[in-house]
Protein backbone atom coordinates (compact mmCIF):
# COMPACT_ATOMS: atom_id res chain seq x y z
CA UNK A 1 0.00 0.00 0.00
CA UNK A 2 0.87 3.30 -0.92
CA UNK A 3 1.39 6.38 1.39
CA UNK A 4 -1.40 8.44 -0.35
CA UNK A 5 -3.61 5.55 0.65
CA UNK A 6 -2.83 5.68 3.77
CA UNK A 7 -3.03 9.53 4.33
CA UNK A 8 -6.42 8.78 2.61
CA UNK A 9 -7.50 6.20 4.69
CA UNK A 10 -6.63 8.37 7.67
CA UNK A 11 -8.25 11.39 6.23
CA UNK A 12 -11.08 10.01 5.78
CA UNK A 13 -11.19 8.14 9.76
CA UNK A 14 -9.79 11.29 11.44
CA UNK A 15 -11.41 13.86 9.13
CA UNK A 16 -14.35 12.80 7.68
CA UNK A 17 -15.60 10.84 10.78
CA UNK A 18 -16.07 7.80 8.60
CA UNK A 19 -15.57 4.28 10.21
CA UNK A 20 -11.95 2.31 8.91
CA UNK A 21 -13.74 -0.34 8.43
CA UNK A 22 -15.90 0.97 5.84
CA UNK A 23 -12.85 3.27 4.54
CA UNK A 24 -11.00 -0.12 3.85
CA UNK A 25 -14.13 -1.98 2.56
CA UNK A 26 -14.05 0.83 0.17
CA UNK A 27 -10.03 0.25 -0.81
CA UNK A 28 -10.78 -3.60 -0.91
CA UNK A 29 -13.56 -3.05 -3.63
CA UNK A 30 -11.52 -0.14 -5.69
CA UNK A 31 -8.51 -2.55 -5.91
CA UNK A 32 -10.64 -5.64 -7.02
CA UNK A 33 -12.46 -3.22 -9.84
CA UNK A 34 -8.47 -2.19 -10.70
CA UNK A 35 -7.78 -6.01 -11.09
CA UNK A 36 -10.70 -6.63 -13.42
CA UNK A 37 -9.66 -3.70 -15.72
CA UNK A 38 -5.69 -4.88 -15.48
CA UNK A 39 -5.67 -8.46 -15.97
CA UNK A 40 -7.25 -9.94 -19.17
CA UNK A 41 -10.27 -11.93 -18.72
CA UNK A 42 -10.88 -11.12 -15.12
CA UNK A 43 -13.85 -10.21 -15.88
CA UNK A 44 -15.30 -13.27 -16.19
CA UNK A 45 -14.55 -14.71 -12.60
CA UNK A 46 -17.38 -14.81 -10.25
CA UNK A 47 -16.01 -14.33 -7.16
CA UNK A 48 -12.47 -12.21 -6.30
CA UNK A 49 -11.72 -11.10 -3.00
CA UNK A 50 -9.09 -8.42 -1.85
CA UNK A 51 -6.82 -8.65 1.17
CA UNK A 52 -5.28 -5.50 3.16
CA UNK A 53 -2.96 -5.05 5.47
CA UNK A 54 -2.48 -1.88 6.45
CA UNK A 55 -0.19 -2.73 8.68
CA UNK A 56 2.45 -3.77 6.29
CA UNK A 57 0.83 -2.12 3.23
CA UNK A 58 0.47 -5.18 1.54
CA UNK A 59 -2.42 -5.98 -1.04
CA UNK A 60 -3.54 -9.36 -1.99
CA UNK A 61 -6.66 -10.21 -4.23
CA UNK A 62 -7.80 -13.89 -3.99
CA UNK A 63 -10.01 -15.76 -6.70
CA UNK A 64 -12.89 -17.82 -5.39
CA UNK A 65 -13.06 -21.25 -7.16
CA UNK A 66 -14.78 -24.72 -6.94
CA UNK A 67 -13.71 -27.77 -6.77
CA UNK A 68 -14.34 -29.91 -9.92
CA UNK A 69 -13.34 -33.54 -10.93
CA UNK A 70 -10.78 -33.43 -13.61
CA UNK A 71 -13.11 -34.30 -16.57
CA UNK A 72 -15.48 -32.28 -16.16
CA UNK A 73 -12.57 -28.61 -15.53
CA UNK A 74 -13.92 -26.28 -18.35
CA UNK A 75 -14.51 -23.12 -16.40
CA UNK A 76 -10.55 -21.49 -15.81
CA UNK A 77 -11.63 -18.61 -14.29
CA UNK A 78 -14.05 -20.18 -11.68
CA UNK A 79 -13.19 -23.63 -11.43
CA UNK A 80 -10.11 -25.95 -10.38
CA UNK A 81 -9.54 -29.25 -11.33
CA UNK A 82 -9.34 -31.95 -8.28
CA UNK A 83 -5.44 -32.30 -8.98
CA UNK A 84 -4.40 -29.01 -8.36
CA UNK A 85 -6.88 -28.79 -6.09
CA UNK A 86 -5.88 -31.85 -3.79
CA UNK A 87 -1.75 -30.18 -3.77
CA UNK A 88 -3.56 -27.49 -1.80
CA UNK A 89 -5.72 -29.26 0.64
CA UNK A 90 -5.22 -33.45 0.39
CA UNK A 91 -8.89 -33.57 1.98
CA UNK A 92 -10.06 -32.00 -1.08
CA UNK A 93 -13.88 -33.02 -2.60
CA UNK A 94 -15.64 -31.95 -5.61
CA UNK A 95 -17.60 -28.79 -4.44
CA UNK A 96 -15.17 -27.48 -2.38
CA UNK A 97 -14.77 -23.59 -2.37
CA UNK A 98 -10.60 -22.65 -2.37
CA UNK A 99 -8.82 -19.41 -2.63
CA UNK A 100 -6.41 -18.93 -4.98
CA UNK A 101 -3.80 -15.80 -4.65
CA UNK A 102 -4.01 -14.48 -8.04
CA UNK A 103 -2.35 -11.18 -6.98
CA UNK A 104 0.13 -10.04 -10.00
CA UNK A 105 3.36 -8.42 -9.17
CA UNK A 106 3.75 -4.92 -8.27
CA UNK A 107 -0.10 -5.12 -7.96
CA UNK A 108 -0.48 -2.11 -5.18
CA UNK A 109 2.31 0.22 -6.95
CA UNK A 110 0.51 -0.11 -10.52
CA UNK A 111 -2.88 -0.36 -9.25
CA UNK A 112 -3.08 2.21 -6.93
CA UNK A 113 -3.99 4.94 -9.27
CA UNK A 114 -6.87 3.28 -11.18
CA UNK A 115 -7.88 2.16 -7.51
CA UNK A 116 -8.02 5.56 -6.18
CA UNK A 117 -10.89 6.95 -8.37
CA UNK A 118 -13.16 3.73 -7.40
CA UNK A 119 -11.98 4.04 -3.61
CA UNK A 120 -13.15 8.16 -3.81
CA UNK A 121 -16.55 7.66 -5.07
CA UNK A 122 -17.34 4.36 -2.63
CA UNK A 123 -15.56 7.10 -0.04
CA UNK A 124 -17.82 9.85 -0.64
CA UNK A 125 -21.39 7.54 -1.04
CA UNK A 126 -20.19 5.86 2.71
CA UNK A 127 -20.16 9.77 3.91
CA UNK A 128 -23.42 10.70 1.94
CA UNK A 129 -24.58 7.70 3.81
CA UNK A 130 -23.08 8.82 7.13
CA UNK A 131 -24.46 12.01 6.40
CA UNK A 132 -28.48 10.67 6.32
CA UNK A 133 -27.84 8.87 9.52
CA UNK A 134 -26.75 11.46 11.78
CA UNK A 135 -29.38 14.21 10.32
CA UNK A 136 -31.99 12.33 9.61
CA UNK A 137 -33.31 12.76 13.23
CA UNK A 138 -32.18 16.73 13.50
CA UNK A 139 -34.74 17.67 11.39
CA UNK A 140 -36.61 20.66 13.25
CA UNK A 141 -33.11 21.76 14.67
CA UNK A 142 -31.45 25.19 14.23
CA UNK A 143 -27.34 24.94 13.24
CA UNK A 144 -24.99 27.26 12.93
CA UNK A 145 -22.25 27.33 9.63
CA UNK A 146 -20.14 28.97 7.53
CA UNK A 147 -21.17 30.40 4.08
CA UNK A 148 -19.00 28.35 1.95
CA UNK A 149 -19.73 28.96 -1.82
CA UNK A 150 -22.69 29.69 -4.06
CA UNK A 151 -24.77 27.87 -6.77
CA UNK A 152 -26.77 29.88 -8.63
CA UNK A 153 -28.79 31.62 -6.00
CA UNK A 154 -28.19 28.58 -4.15
CA UNK A 155 -26.29 28.93 -0.98
CA UNK A 156 -23.82 26.32 0.07
CA UNK A 157 -23.20 26.03 3.92
CA UNK A 158 -20.28 24.33 6.17
CA UNK A 159 -21.71 22.64 8.83
CA UNK A 160 -18.16 21.24 9.99
CA UNK A 161 -17.98 17.61 9.16
CA UNK A 162 -20.80 18.33 6.24
CA UNK A 163 -22.29 21.05 4.03
CA UNK A 164 -25.85 22.04 3.89
CA UNK A 165 -27.47 24.03 1.53
CA UNK A 166 -30.16 26.86 1.33
CA UNK A 167 -32.49 27.11 -1.75
CA UNK A 168 -32.99 30.45 -3.04
CA UNK A 169 -36.82 29.59 -2.06
CA UNK A 170 -35.97 29.49 1.47
CA UNK A 171 -33.80 32.31 1.84
CA UNK A 172 -34.90 35.74 3.19
CA UNK A 173 -36.03 38.32 0.88
CA UNK A 174 -33.44 40.93 1.23
CA UNK A 175 -30.56 39.13 3.03
CA UNK A 176 -27.19 39.08 1.49
CA UNK A 177 -24.41 36.72 2.44
CA UNK A 178 -20.71 36.73 1.59
CA UNK A 179 -18.30 33.89 1.73
CA UNK A 180 -17.18 33.20 4.94
CA UNK A 181 -20.38 34.66 6.65
CA UNK A 182 -21.15 32.92 9.83
CA UNK A 183 -25.19 32.11 10.16
CA UNK A 184 -28.04 30.48 11.65
CA UNK A 185 -30.29 28.57 9.68
CA UNK A 186 -33.44 25.41 10.14
CA UNK A 187 -32.83 22.14 9.27
CA UNK A 188 -36.18 21.70 7.24
CA UNK A 189 -35.43 18.50 5.46
CA UNK A 190 -32.73 16.06 4.86
CA UNK A 191 -33.44 13.85 1.99
CA UNK A 192 -32.14 10.38 0.74
CA UNK A 193 -32.83 10.84 -3.03
CA UNK A 194 -31.42 11.27 -6.19
CA UNK A 195 -27.64 12.50 -5.89
CA UNK A 196 -27.71 11.50 -2.46
CA UNK A 197 -28.71 12.89 1.21
CA UNK A 198 -29.00 16.61 1.21
CA UNK A 199 -29.68 18.40 4.36
CA UNK A 200 -32.11 21.57 3.44
CA UNK A 201 -31.99 24.50 5.25
CA UNK A 202 -33.65 27.54 5.63
CA UNK A 203 -33.92 30.84 7.23
CA UNK A 204 -37.39 31.52 5.82
CA UNK A 205 -39.80 29.09 7.72
CA UNK A 206 -41.71 30.07 10.12
CA UNK A 207 -40.75 27.10 12.66
CA UNK A 208 -36.85 28.99 12.70
CA UNK A 209 -39.00 31.62 14.54
CA UNK A 210 -40.52 29.41 16.49
CA UNK A 211 -36.62 27.91 17.43
CA UNK A 212 -35.35 31.37 18.04
CA UNK A 213 -38.00 31.89 20.75
CA UNK A 214 -37.51 28.57 22.55
CA UNK A 215 -33.71 28.84 22.79
CA UNK A 216 -34.26 32.57 23.88
CA UNK A 217 -37.26 32.28 26.60
CA UNK A 218 -36.92 30.04 29.29
CA UNK A 219 -40.99 29.87 29.78
CA UNK A 220 -41.31 28.04 26.32
CA UNK A 221 -38.55 25.41 26.73
CA UNK A 222 -40.03 24.22 30.29
CA UNK A 223 -43.72 24.61 28.74
CA UNK A 224 -44.70 27.24 31.14
CA UNK A 225 -45.44 28.93 27.67
CA UNK A 226 -46.70 27.79 24.59
CA UNK A 227 -46.85 29.20 21.43
CA UNK A 228 -49.83 28.71 19.67
CA UNK A 229 -49.51 30.10 16.27
CA UNK A 230 -47.02 31.65 14.00
CA UNK A 231 -47.62 33.16 10.72
CA UNK A 232 -44.41 35.00 9.01
CA UNK A 233 -43.77 37.02 5.53
CA UNK A 234 -40.09 36.11 6.05
CA UNK A 235 -37.66 39.37 5.73
CA UNK A 236 -40.91 41.65 7.15
CA UNK A 237 -43.27 40.89 9.80
CA UNK A 238 -43.99 38.09 11.88
CA UNK A 239 -46.91 37.50 14.31
CA UNK A 240 -46.47 34.68 17.08
CA UNK A 241 -49.31 33.77 19.18
CA UNK A 242 -48.66 32.84 23.02
CA UNK A 243 -50.52 31.42 25.83
CA UNK A 244 -49.98 30.25 29.37
CA UNK A 245 -51.96 27.86 31.79
CA UNK A 246 -50.82 29.08 34.59
CA UNK A 247 -52.62 32.44 35.53
CA UNK A 248 -49.80 34.10 37.15
CA UNK A 249 -47.44 34.03 33.76
CA UNK A 250 -47.55 36.95 31.54
CA UNK A 251 -47.04 34.86 28.12
CA UNK A 252 -46.55 38.04 26.00
CA UNK A 253 -44.67 39.58 28.75
CA UNK A 254 -42.25 36.83 29.14
CA UNK A 255 -41.13 36.64 25.30
CA UNK A 256 -40.79 40.36 25.42
CA UNK A 257 -38.39 39.64 28.11
CA UNK A 258 -37.25 42.64 30.41
CA UNK A 259 -37.16 45.99 28.57
CA UNK A 260 -37.72 43.90 25.54
CA UNK A 261 -34.03 41.93 25.59
CA UNK A 262 -35.35 38.44 24.70
CA UNK A 263 -37.37 39.59 21.55
CA UNK A 264 -34.70 42.03 20.77
CA UNK A 265 -31.71 39.29 20.39
CA UNK A 266 -34.56 37.61 18.35
CA UNK A 267 -34.96 40.65 16.17
CA UNK A 268 -31.48 41.23 15.61
CA UNK A 269 -30.87 37.42 14.49
CA UNK A 270 -33.73 38.12 11.91
CA UNK A 271 -32.17 41.35 10.47
CA UNK A 272 -34.90 43.32 11.96
CA UNK A 273 -37.92 41.48 10.86
CA UNK A 274 -41.00 43.17 12.94
CA UNK A 275 -42.32 40.95 15.69
CA UNK A 276 -45.58 41.08 17.03
CA UNK A 277 -46.32 38.79 20.14
CA UNK A 278 -49.81 38.49 20.69
CA UNK A 279 -51.85 36.96 23.43
CA UNK A 280 -54.14 33.95 22.26
CA UNK A 281 -57.46 33.48 22.74
CA UNK A 282 -60.00 30.76 22.06
CA UNK A 283 -62.27 33.83 21.48
CA UNK A 284 -61.93 34.80 17.97
CA UNK A 285 -63.16 38.21 18.50
CA UNK A 286 -60.56 38.80 21.54
CA UNK A 287 -58.14 36.99 18.94
CA UNK A 288 -59.04 39.12 16.55
CA UNK A 289 -58.83 42.52 18.62
CA UNK A 290 -55.43 41.42 19.87
CA UNK A 291 -53.77 40.05 16.25
CA UNK A 292 -54.89 43.49 14.78
CA UNK A 293 -53.23 46.07 17.21
CA UNK A 294 -52.43 48.71 17.57
CA UNK A 295 -55.34 49.36 15.55
CA UNK A 296 -58.84 50.18 17.43
CA UNK A 297 -61.90 47.76 15.96
CA UNK A 298 -65.08 49.47 15.89
CA UNK A 299 -67.20 46.36 15.58
CA UNK A 300 -66.53 42.80 15.06
CA UNK A 301 -69.25 40.15 13.77
CA UNK A 302 -68.39 36.19 13.52
CA UNK A 303 -69.57 34.11 10.98
CA UNK A 304 -69.25 30.95 12.55
CA UNK A 305 -69.84 28.62 9.65
CA UNK A 306 -67.69 30.40 7.38
CA UNK A 307 -64.87 30.94 9.25
CA UNK A 308 -64.83 34.60 8.65
CA UNK A 309 -64.51 37.65 11.00
CA UNK A 310 -65.90 40.74 9.94
CA UNK A 311 -64.48 43.84 11.13
CA UNK A 312 -65.01 47.92 10.66
CA UNK A 313 -62.25 50.41 11.64
CA UNK A 314 -62.36 54.42 12.14
CA UNK A 315 -60.83 55.67 8.96
CA UNK A 316 -57.53 56.81 10.99
CA UNK A 317 -57.08 53.35 11.91
CA UNK A 318 -57.75 51.62 8.51
CA UNK A 319 -54.14 51.24 7.41
CA UNK A 320 -52.98 50.38 10.72
CA UNK A 321 -55.25 47.54 10.59
CA UNK A 322 -54.69 46.62 6.85
CA UNK A 323 -50.90 47.17 7.32
CA UNK A 324 -48.56 47.81 4.22
CA UNK A 325 -49.47 46.31 1.31
CA UNK A 326 -52.12 44.08 3.21
CA UNK A 327 -49.85 42.28 5.76
CA UNK A 328 -51.38 42.72 8.75
CA UNK A 329 -54.90 41.50 7.61
CA UNK A 330 -53.16 38.91 6.12
CA UNK A 331 -51.10 37.88 8.74
CA UNK A 332 -53.85 37.75 11.47
CA UNK A 333 -55.64 35.56 9.03
CA UNK A 334 -52.91 33.04 8.64
CA UNK A 335 -52.61 33.06 12.45
CA UNK A 336 -56.20 32.78 13.04
CA UNK A 337 -57.12 30.32 10.33
CA UNK A 338 -59.86 32.66 9.77
CA UNK A 339 -60.72 34.99 6.88
CA UNK A 340 -60.31 38.55 8.53
CA UNK A 341 -62.29 41.28 6.55
CA UNK A 342 -61.60 44.71 7.30
CA UNK A 343 -63.38 47.35 6.14
CA UNK A 344 -63.92 51.36 7.31
CA UNK A 345 -66.97 52.35 9.60
CA UNK A 346 -69.28 54.42 7.47
CA UNK A 347 -71.58 54.58 10.16
CA UNK A 348 -70.49 58.21 11.19
CA UNK A 349 -70.15 59.33 8.14
CA UNK A 350 -73.34 58.03 7.20
CA UNK A 351 -74.72 59.96 10.54
CA UNK A 352 -73.34 63.62 9.05
CA UNK A 353 -74.73 62.94 5.52
CA UNK A 354 -78.35 62.26 7.04
CA UNK A 355 -77.74 65.16 9.38
CA UNK A 356 -76.39 67.58 6.36
CA UNK A 357 -79.82 65.96 4.64
CA UNK A 358 -82.18 67.23 7.05
CA UNK A 359 -80.60 70.37 7.35
CA UNK A 360 -80.69 71.30 3.58
CA UNK A 361 -84.32 70.51 3.48
CA UNK A 362 -85.32 72.68 6.09
CA UNK A 363 -82.84 74.94 5.07
CA UNK A 364 -84.82 74.52 1.31
CA UNK A 365 -88.34 75.50 2.79
CA UNK A 366 -87.07 78.50 4.65
CA UNK A 367 -85.73 80.41 1.88
CA UNK A 368 -87.79 79.05 -1.19
CA UNK A 369 -84.75 76.78 -2.86
CA UNK A 370 -84.70 73.29 -4.35
CA UNK A 371 -83.03 70.69 -2.20
CA UNK A 372 -80.40 70.22 -4.52
CA UNK A 373 -79.35 73.91 -4.31
CA UNK A 374 -79.86 73.80 -0.24
CA UNK A 375 -77.94 70.72 0.33
CA UNK A 376 -74.87 72.79 -1.68
CA UNK A 377 -75.08 76.33 0.50
CA UNK A 378 -75.37 73.48 3.56
CA UNK A 379 -72.01 71.72 2.46
CA UNK A 380 -70.46 75.48 2.07
CA UNK A 381 -71.32 76.38 5.19
CA UNK A 382 -74.98 77.88 5.77
CA UNK A 383 -76.63 75.41 7.74
CA UNK A 384 -79.75 77.69 8.51
CA UNK A 385 -80.39 81.39 7.64
CA UNK A 386 -78.22 83.03 10.35
CA UNK A 387 -75.26 81.97 8.79
CA UNK A 388 -76.46 82.47 4.98
CA UNK A 389 -76.57 86.17 5.98
CA UNK A 390 -73.06 86.21 6.81
CA UNK A 391 -71.82 84.72 3.10
CA UNK A 392 -70.85 87.47 0.75
CA UNK A 393 -73.41 87.51 -2.60
CA UNK A 394 -71.04 86.18 -4.54
CA UNK A 395 -69.58 83.47 -2.83
CA UNK A 396 -72.90 82.03 -2.71
CA UNK A 397 -73.23 82.62 -6.53
CA UNK A 398 -69.89 80.36 -6.81
CA UNK A 399 -70.84 77.32 -4.38
CA UNK A 400 -74.63 77.43 -5.71
CA UNK A 401 -73.20 77.53 -9.51
CA UNK A 402 -75.85 80.57 -9.96
CA UNK A 403 -75.89 83.69 -10.99
CA UNK A 404 -75.12 86.89 -8.29
CA UNK A 405 -78.79 88.24 -8.59
CA UNK A 406 -79.83 84.82 -7.82
CA UNK A 407 -77.49 84.69 -4.77
CA UNK A 408 -78.64 88.11 -3.78
CA UNK A 409 -82.56 87.14 -3.82
CA UNK A 410 -81.34 83.94 -1.55
CA UNK A 411 -79.33 86.32 0.72
CA UNK A 412 -82.06 88.92 0.84
CA UNK A 413 -84.06 86.16 2.13
CA UNK A 414 -82.28 84.42 4.51
CA UNK A 415 -81.90 88.85 6.30
CA UNK A 416 -85.45 88.81 6.24
CA UNK A 417 -86.08 85.40 8.13
CA UNK A 418 -82.99 86.32 10.68
CA UNK A 419 -85.06 89.65 11.10
CA UNK A 420 -88.63 88.11 11.93
CA UNK A 421 -86.97 86.26 14.67
CA UNK A 422 -85.23 89.21 16.27
Not at 44 to 64: C, F, N, P
Not at 215 to 229: C, F, K, L, P, W
Request: net charge negative; hydrophobic share 40%; charged share 30%.
Amino acid sequence: MTNDIVALIDYYEKEKGIDRDKVVAALEFAFISAYRKMVPGADAIETLRASVDTKKGETKIYAILTVVENESYSDKFNEVPMTTALKKNPAAQAGDIQEFNVTPKDFGRIAVQTAKQTMMQRLRQAEKEMIYEEFKDRAGDVVSGTVRRFERNDVMIDLGKFEGIMPNRERVQGEDYNIGDRIRAYVLAVENEGRGPEIILSRSHPNFVRRLFEAEVNEISDRTVEIRGIAREAGFRTKVAVWSSDPKVDPVGACVGMRGARVKNIVRELNNEKVDIIRWSEDPKEFVREALKPAELRSISVDEANRTVHVTVDEIDLSKAIGRKGQNARLSSRLMGWDVQVRKDESKEEQFKEKIGGAAHTLADQLGITDELAGKLTLAGGFNPEMVVDMPADYIAAALGITEEAAEAILVRAQGIVASKA
